[in-house]
């Protein structure tokens, strides 16, 4: 057996909290830094910013891009060698090394100095760029790296203006295929090896590497294997080039064009933050966004392509109203199904609820239930396979948000709700972005009620049965909060429009207000404000409180306290 730190995404080489300081001279001022903090951190812990290509503070250090070249100095000894001091016990001078050291693989010690902006190190970086610039192919108006290309961006602010090259750029294989969701442009790989070092260290998934010598070095996979981990599409966004792009987006959409909004993953409980990329109501990729606490810097391939069905030609984007589309707006449907709905007696109403809905959602159909007296309600329990890395084993994003609320009785209803459908006793059945077959009724079963009102994105034996459908909202399309199975309370912002332009929070608030609830609740922070006031844990939170990386809620969830350790597996 062998402790392997390759799965676990938390992993990073930066000093621990409690690292000693010492002092170093940047750039001509002392400051104090953790001992052992690289050069590169360092800039960016000043608000400085050292470029570099193939450090990544999640990978081990390969020092092979040089681009993050500086001068360093040591202070000047006296015979004994002992650094001179001044009267502030700082040394009062450097010794400055000739030759220029990489930042990302200097650790700092007590009086060193750096020069990062000095004349050498500006000049040392223009050599830097134009020897990766010689063989690169100019093809930056094809390349769906542009507007994200690192080397477009420090060509443009450490490069020249023009190239001294005349000779014929060595050309390399094009259009590589390496797995199902990658494809490769050798020619514009610039050999920093951040895939490489992913795939082996992140992943343990060691298929990636580099063959041939000089000009004509290459990336490839190890003989008969493929890059075809769940997790390879996070090489795209860390390739600082064009090289690595995905089949998924490529040639879709510029991503100077895309609108970013902030949110979270909802293909599992944990919730990875990630940034949502959109344009004229259209979604066209996720990117994990950066959060210690929840996904560090990576997302799973199938949370980030799970989006396919907010733009699926079969979706479900006009209301149904006995089973015909209307084409009215919410405000003029509105009556016609609250009376319907309040007909029926509390007793011969069930509803199957989905743990896919926000907190605030959620919150609104309980108070509604119950001010209703609806007492048989249950949510669809799903799970799968976790693996050792990110995805958790709910398959749902929002069990601990539902469990709190009161809304889910985690598939323990499932008979008691099929049995009463069976029985003739309930009429009404409420299918709210679930599929009734779920819990085990069948067509014939659903043919038995009187009333079937359904939400969905997709058509599903629910709704083709339904009596009235409403289209509902995807992930993308909400502005809410879930809680993810470790407790974390996060948000969901809203990147695109849902079809009908009314939000599935603002249908269940106006339900519950037709139907003879409560009323006074007309936005979000007001609905997270009445929640707040009914379950502790929530208290002296609001809405806006929650922020863009959540808050961790106590005594809530399943424990995390062995997430950031490392994990043991066959040597």
């Given at each position: 057996?062998?402790?392997?730190?390759?799965?676990?995404?938390?992993?990073?080489?930066?000093?621990?909290?409690?690292?000693?300081?010492?002092?170093?001279?940047?750039?001509?001022?002392?400051?104090?830094?953790?001992?052992?903090?690289?050069?590169?951190?360092?800039?960016?812990?000043?608000?400085?910013?050292?470029?570099?290509?193939?450090?990544?503070?999640?990978?081990?250090?390969?020092?092979?891009?040089?681009?993050?070249?500086?001068?360093?100095?040591?202070?000047?000894?006296?015979?004994?060698?002992?650094?001179?001091?001044?009267?502030?016990?700082?040394?009062?001078?450097?010794?400055?090394?000739?030759?220029?050291?990489?930042?990302?693989?200097?650790?700092?010690?007590?009086g060193m100095g750096i020069r990062t902006h000095s004349p050498l190190a500006e000049e040392c970086r223009r050599g830097v760029m134009e020897f990766l610039?010689?063989?690169?192919?100019?093809?930056?108006?094809?390349?769906?790296?542009?507007?994200?290309?690192?080397?477009?961006?420090?060509?443009?602010?450490?490069?020249?203006?023009?190239?001294?090259?005349?000779?014929?750029?060595?050309?390399?294989?094009?259009?590589?295929?390496?797995?199902?969701?990658?494809?490769?442009?050798?020619?514009?790989?610039?050999?920093?090896?951040?895939?490489?070092?992913?795939?082996?260290?992140?992943?343990?998934?060691?298929?990636?590497?580099?063959?041939?010598?000089?000009?004509?070095?290459?990336?490839?996979?190890?003989?008969?294997?493929?890059?075809?981990?769940?997790?390879?599409?996070?090489?795209?966004?860390?390739?600082?080039?064009?090289?690595?792009?995905?089949?998924?987006?490529?040639?879709?959409?510029?991503?100077?064009?895309?609108?970013?909004?902030?949110?979270?993953?909802?293909?599992?409980?944990?919730?990875?933050?990630?940034?949502?990329?959109?344009?004229?109501?259209?979604?066209?990729?996720?990117?994990?966004?950066?959060?210690?606490?929840?996904?560090?810097?990576?997302?799973?391939?199938?949370?980030?392509?799970?989006?396919?069905?907010?733009?699926?030609?079969?979706?479900?984007?006009?209301?149904?109203?006995?089973?015909?589309?209307?084409?009215?707006?919410?405000?003029?449907?509105?009556?016609?199904?609250?009376?319907?709905?309040?007909?029926?007696?509390?007793?011969?109403?069930?509803?199957?609820?989905?743990?896919?809905?926000?907190?605030?959602?959620?919150?609104?159909?309980?108070?509604?239930?119950?001010?209703?007296?609806?007492?048989?309600?249950?949510?669809?329990?799903?799970?799968?396979?976790?693996?050792?890395?990110?995805?958790?084993?709910?398959?749902?994003?929002?069990?601990?948000?539902?469990?709190?609320?009161?809304?889910?009785?985690?598939?323990?209803?499932?008979?008691?709700?099929?049995?009463?459908?069976?029985?003739?006793?309930?009429?009404?059945?409420?299918?709210?972005?679930?599929?009734?077959?779920?819990?085990?009724?069948?067509?014939?079963?659903?043919?038995?009620?009187?009333?079937?009102?359904?939400?969905?994105?997709?058509?599903?034996?629910?709704?083709?049965?339904?009596?009235?459908?409403?289209?509902?909202?995807?992930?993308?399309?909400?502005?809410?909060?879930?809680?993810?199975?470790?407790?974390?309370?996060?948000?969901?912002?809203?990147?695109?429009?849902?079809?009908?332009?009314?939000?599935?929070?603002?249908?269940?608030?106006?339900?519950?207000?037709?139907?003879?609830?409560?009323?006074?609740?007309?936005?979000?922070?007001?609905?997270?404000?009445?929640?707040?006031?009914?379950?502790?844990?929530?208290?002296?939170l609001t809405f806006s409180k929650i922020g863009d990386g959540g808050t961790q809620l106590e005594g809530i969830g399943a424990s995390s306290s062995d997430?950031?350790?490392?994990?043991?597996?066959?040597?």
């Amino acid at each position: 057996m062998k402790t392997a730190t390759a799965m676990n995404p938390f992993n990073h080489d930066l000093p621990k909290e409690g690292t000693p300081e010492v002092n170093v001279h940047y750039n001509g001022k002392w400051i104090k830094v953790p001992k052992g903090t690289n050069v590169v951190e360092i800039a960016r812990l000043q608000g400085d910013f050292l470029p570099h290509y193939c450090y990544h503070p999640k990978l081990s250090i390969s020092g092979n891009c040089r681009m993050c070249l500086f001068e360093m100095g040591m202070p000047k000894s006296d015979k004994d060698r002992k650094p001179i001091l001044g009267d502030d016990g700082l040394p009062v001078d450097h010794n400055w090394i000739p030759k220029p050291q990489i930042g990302c693989a200097t650790k700092v010690n007590e009086g060193m100095g750096i020069r990062t902006h000095s004349p050498l190190a500006e000049e040392c970086r223009r050599g830097v760029m134009e020897f990766l610039l010689i063989n690169h192919p100019l093809d930056c108006p094809i390349c769906d790296q542009a507007g994200e290309c690192k080397l477009q961006e420090y060509s443009s602010d450490y490069g020249t203006a023009e190239s001294r090259f005349v000779e014929q750029k060595v050309k390399k294989p094009k259009n590589v295929d390496l797995g199902e969701r990658i494809v490769l442009d050798d020619e514009r790989c610039i050999l920093c090896s951040r895939c490489v070092r992913f795939a082996d260290e992140v992943m343990d998934d060691d298929v990636l590497g580099f063959v041939n010598r000089g000009s004509h070095n290459t990336l490839t996979c190890h003989p008969g294997r493929r890059f075809d981990n769940e997790y390879s599409l996070n090489t795209v966004d860390i390739c600082p080039v064009g090289a690595l792009t995905s089949k998924d987006f490529r040639f879709k959409m510029r991503v100077w064009f895309l609108k970013e909004t902030k949110s979270i993953c909802t293909s599992c409980g944990r919730g990875c933050n990630v940034t949502i990329g959109s344009r004229q109501n259209d979604v066209y990729r996720l990117t994990p966004r950066g959060n210690e606490d929840v996904n560090s810097q990576w997302m799973c391939d199938y949370g980030r392509l799970n989006i396919h069905d907010l733009g699926n030609e079969n979706r479900i984007r006009q209301f149904s109203i006995g089973g015909h589309e209307e084409h009215s707006h919410w405000t003029a449907i509105l009556p016609h199904m609250a009376a319907k709905l309040t007909s029926y007696d509390p007793k011969e109403v069930a509803v199957i609820a989905s743990a896919q809905m926000t907190n605030e959602e959620a919150f609104l159909m309980k108070s509604w239930l119950d001010e209703w007296g609806v007492e048989l309600y249950d949510t669809v329990p799903r799970t799968w396979q976790a693996d050792r890395f990110l995805k958790v084993d709910d398959q749902n994003p929002n069990t601990t948000g539902l469990n709190l609320i009161g809304l889910s009785q985690n598939g323990q209803a499932h008979r008691k709700i099929a049995d009463a459908v069976r029985s003739g006793q309930v009429k009404c059945l409420i299918a709210w972005h679930e599929n009734a077959e779920a819990i085990g009724l069948t067509k014939e079963d659903l043919e038995t009620l009187d009333f079937i009102l359904a939400t969905s994105i997709l058509p599903n034996q629910t709704t083709e049965l339904a009596d009235d459908v409403i289209p509902g909202s995807g992930f993308a399309e909400k502005k809410g909060s879930m809680i993810n199975v470790f407790g974390r309370l996060q948000r969901l912002n809203e990147a695109a429009q849902p079809p009908t332009g009314v939000s599935d929070w603002e249908m269940l608030r106006d339900l519950r207000a037709s139907a003879g609830g409560g009323n006074g609740l007309h936005t979000l922070e007001e609905i997270f404000k009445a929640m707040a006031a009914q379950h502790s844990v929530l208290n002296g939170l609001t809405f806006s409180k929650i922020g863009d990386g959540g808050t961790q809620l106590e005594g809530i969830g399943a424990s995390s306290s062995d997430r950031n350790a490392s994990v043991e597996v066959e040597a």
